[in-house]
């Protein structure tokens, strides 16, 4: 396969995303057949947009009853650091009242936006909410949010690739690969 030119690194194929994620979906399944016997669905909410690739492959592998919603919670508009703001751009349309949810985020880098996604949840009055994630970057970490699930944890590098861009665009490349940085400055698409 071709790499894009502002690939630096491959960090997770395709093949290893997908085995990664059928293993956390197992955890995920038994944790709700433990906790949850009386509750037979799951309202799962994607963060768009860089969710999205992630999503598909989590709710696919993914063996449970399931609904299926998406907000739009957008901080970094284009650039590359939060500015700590997190905004709803696009409200979720079911009601959220004593489900157990599950937040599906492509990554958690300062936390603004799953703290700010789980609280305005729980303050509708959801049952429970936990929080899924492919990739974790603590080091970036400026609020205590703890993903309940991650598949990869990562360290400090600009990532692009499956759901994760730069300026808006690259979410498609079907791979997380580090960004090479020194090329962004005279870039063009
Ligand atoms: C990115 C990423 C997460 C969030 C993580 O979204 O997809 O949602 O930032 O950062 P945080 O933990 O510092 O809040 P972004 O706001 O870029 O929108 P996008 O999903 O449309 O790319
Ligand atoms: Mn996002
Ligand atoms: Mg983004």
Known sequence: MKLHPLVKEVLFTEEQIKERTIEVAKEIKAYYEENYQNDNSILVIGLLKGCVPFYQTFCMNFDFLIDMDFMVVSSYLGGTKSNGEPKINLDINMSVKDRNI???E?????GYTLEFVQKYLLN?????VKILTMLDKPTERKVAVKPDWTCFTIPKNFLIGYGLDYQEKLRNLPYIAVCDTDKLADWKW
């Open 106 to 110: 492509d990554i958690v880098e300062s």
């Open 124 to 128: 509708k009055c959801a049952k429970s």
């Open 102 to 104: 599950i937040i599906v």
